[in-house]
């Protein structure tokens, strides 16, 4: 029994071992195919890379970089339509070339001289300026009429900007001009705030404008309302330049006297508000508070020696997503307020201001003008204009140069500037450009042009001559 036994464990064991073997020499076998695609994965990869670093420059650094900086090429300004007689438009540039002027009748070519200024004849549509080569650079222009007394900054196409002080009754009305400069179709949202909050004004939303054309429209026949108004107007599909025409109307002789109401940027806590037109009369200074909580602003004047707040200035307490109006045409006469240059508005919250005067039947608007460090220029009319610049941050100086339409050099002066103060100086009356460069110190500043029958406000702006361009890399992004 025990052999039989040890015999049957034998054979009992003798398979096994043998089974054993031949399923290690599949296993072996089937694992091959498996190795050689584990292989595969991890070498193609590195072969792939390795081909990459050898043939594409720049392989192997990070994905993401900044923007770089290279010279503007290529600029385009879009000037509102034509209030009245006397109109013409004056672009400047950084350099010298040929500028062209489009309009919905048709185009012009017009040469601008190194540090002159060329003038545009144009009808009373808007008018489209396009430069490229030495004249994108620093380009700026300006569009005036003298019947009435009016100015109106050209300005790039902006996604986002604030409108204050508008109207929409039957003496004070505005027009909204909106102008899109390219072929393709454009969107914009208009958002209106009142005394009492947003105003529901579907006629201002989703407003489409064909290419190369323009559309206006007029307040006080969509929303009729004696509310103060603030206008925050959105670009969402394409490019537009948006302006708005301000109306001031008389009931006895039907006259009719406008200005352009200048664009903000964005609301801010701070805004100086400088160029005051001289004389008495109506000024009602507009805020208005696009937050969702309540913001109280005070109102103070700015002379050249000090910013102070007199005894009766009043003080703004501003709903959530409200205007509020105050005139401050007693203010501005008073005793105490002689040799003022600006008014500041400071506030608990970001607000937006303009003031609106209304002296001798002539229309002035002044909103806060653009916070400079760098050089900045101004196109004006011939006649009688003072520089006033103000919001200096820290002691520096102001090199202002005046010029003729041929870019001669009419005057030059250097002037030194402190915080809490505001300067005028005045300009040649052949002047027609302005440039001012600080020097330790940033600035804002307008030009007020004093003619016969008014008085208006040109604000100074920042010359572009870069573009920020951005990295463009070959490959797949991560």
């Known amino acids: 029994m025990s052999?039989?036994?040890?015999?049957?464990?034998?054979?009992?064991?003798?398979?096994?071992?043998?089974?054993?073997?031949?399923?290690?020499?599949?296993?072996?076998?089937?694992?091959?195919?498996?190795?050689?695609?584990?292989?595969?994965?991890?070498?193609?990869?590195?072969?792939?890379?390795?081909?990459?670093?050898?043939?594409?420059?720049?392989?192997?650094?990070?994905?993401?970089?900044?923007?770089t900086t290279s010279p503007l090429t290529r600029a385009t300004l879009v000037c509102p339509g034509s209030l009245g007689s006397g109109d013409h438009t004056g672009v400047g540039s950084a350099g010298s070339g040929d500028v062209t002027a489009e309009e919905q009748g048709g185009s012009q070519s017009v040469t601008v001289p190194a540090g002159g200024v060329g003038t545009v004849s144009a009808g009373k549509d808007p008018v489209v300026i396009t430069a490229s080569g030495a004249a994108a650079p620093g380009l700026v222009a300006t569009r005036f009429s003298t019947k009435p007394v009016a100015a109106a900054s050209c300005a790039r196409p902006r996604s986002d900007q604030w409108f204050t002080g508008l109207g929409a009754g039957p003496t004070h009305d505005s027009h909204v001009v909106l102008v899109n400069p390219n072929p393709g179709q454009a969107i914009a949202d208009l958002t209106v705030l009142g005394d009492t909050?947003?105003?529901?004004?579907?006629?201002?939303?989703?407003?489409?404008?064909?290419?190369?054309?323009?559309?206006?429209?007029?307040?006080?026949?969509?929303?009729?309302?004696?509310?103060?108004?603030?206008?925050?107007?959105?670009?969402?599909?394409?490019?537009?330049?948006?302006?708005?025409?301000?109306?001031?109307?008389?009931?006895?002789g039907n006259h009719v006297d406008e200005d352009w109401l200048p664009a903000q940027t964005r609301p801010?806590?701070?805004?100086?508000?400088?160029?005051?037109?001289?004389?008495?009369?109506?000024?009602?200074?507009?805020?208005?508070?696009?937050?969702?909580?309540?913001?109280?602003?005070?109102v103070r004047?700015?002379?050249?020696?000090?910013?102070?707040?007199?005894?009766?200035?009043?003080?703004?307490?501003?709903?959530?997503?409200s205007?509020?109006?105050?005139?401050?045409?007693?203010?501005?006469?008073?005793?105490?307020?002689?040799g003022v240059l600006g008014v500041q508005v400071v506030a608990t919250g970001v607000v937006t201001s303009s003031l609106r005067s209304v002296v001798g039947g002539d229309v002035s608007l002044i909103a806060r003008s653009q916070h400079s460090r760098t050089a900045s220029s101004?196109?004006?009319?011939?006649?009688?204009?003072?520089?006033?610049?103000?919001?200096?941050?820290?002691?520096?100086?102001?090199?202002?140069?005046?010029?003729?339409?041929?870019?001669?050099?009419?005057?030059?002066?250097?002037?030194a500037i402190s915080p809490r103060q505001a300067l005028k100086v005045s300009l040649p009356n052949?002047?027609?450009?302005?440039?001012?460069?600080?020097?330790?110190?940033?600035?804002?500043?307008?030009?007020?042009?004093?003619?016969?029958?008014?008085?208006?406000?040109?604000?100074?702006?920042?010359?572009?001559?870069?573009?920020?361009?951005?990295?463009?890399?070959?490959?797949?992004?991560?």
Do not use: C, W
């Not at 054309?213 to 599909?237: K, Y």
């Not at 003619?451 to 100074?460: C, E, I, S």
């Open 301 to 321: 004047l700015v002379s050249s020696n000090s910013v102070f707040t007199p005894d009766n200035a009043p003080t703004l307490d501003i709903g959530p997503q």
């Open 430 to 478: 052949g002047a027609v450009r302005v440039d001012v460069t600080p020097e330790r110190t940033a600035f804002r500043g307008s030009v007020l042009v004093s003619l016969h029958d008014g008085d208006a406000v040109v604000p100074l702006s920042r010359l572009q001559v870069t573009t920020r361009v951005p990295f463009v890399k070959p490959g797949l992004p991560r």
């Open 3 to 67: 052999r039989s036994t040890r015999s049957t464990r034998s054979d009992r064991t003798g398979p096994s071992r043998s089974n054993r073997s031949n399923r290690s020499n599949r296993s072996s076998s089937s694992r091959m195919p498996i190795d050689l695609t584990f292989g595969l994965a991890i070498a193609l990869p590195l072969l792939v890379a390795l081909a990459l670093f050898l043939t594409t420059p720049g392989f192997g650094t990070g994905y993401f970089h900044p923007p």
């Open 378 to 415: 101004a196109i004006v009319p011939t006649g009688t204009k003072q520089l006033i610049v103000g919001g200096a941050p820290r002691v520096g100086a102001l090199t202002v140069v005046a010029r003729a339409a041929d870019g001669r050099q009419l005057s030059s002066q250097r002037v």
């Open 197 to 252: 909050g947003p105003i529901d004004v579907p006629a201002l939303r989703g407003i489409a404008v064909p290419g190369h054309s323009s559309q206006e429209i007029d307040l006080g026949a969509v929303m009729p309302t004696q509310s103060a108004l603030a206008l925050h107007a959105v670009v969402e599909r394409g490019q537009v330049a948006v302006a708005v025409r301000d109306q001031a109307a008389h009931l006895v």
């Open 323 to 338: 205007v509020a109006r105050v005139d401050i045409g007693k203010l501005l006469e008073s005793a105490g307020s002689e």
């Open 268 to 298: 801010a806590r701070r805004a100086l508000l400088l160029g005051l037109s001289s004389g008495s009369g109506n000024r009602q200074l507009t805020v208005a508070n696009p937050s969702d909580r309540e913001v109280t602003a005070t």
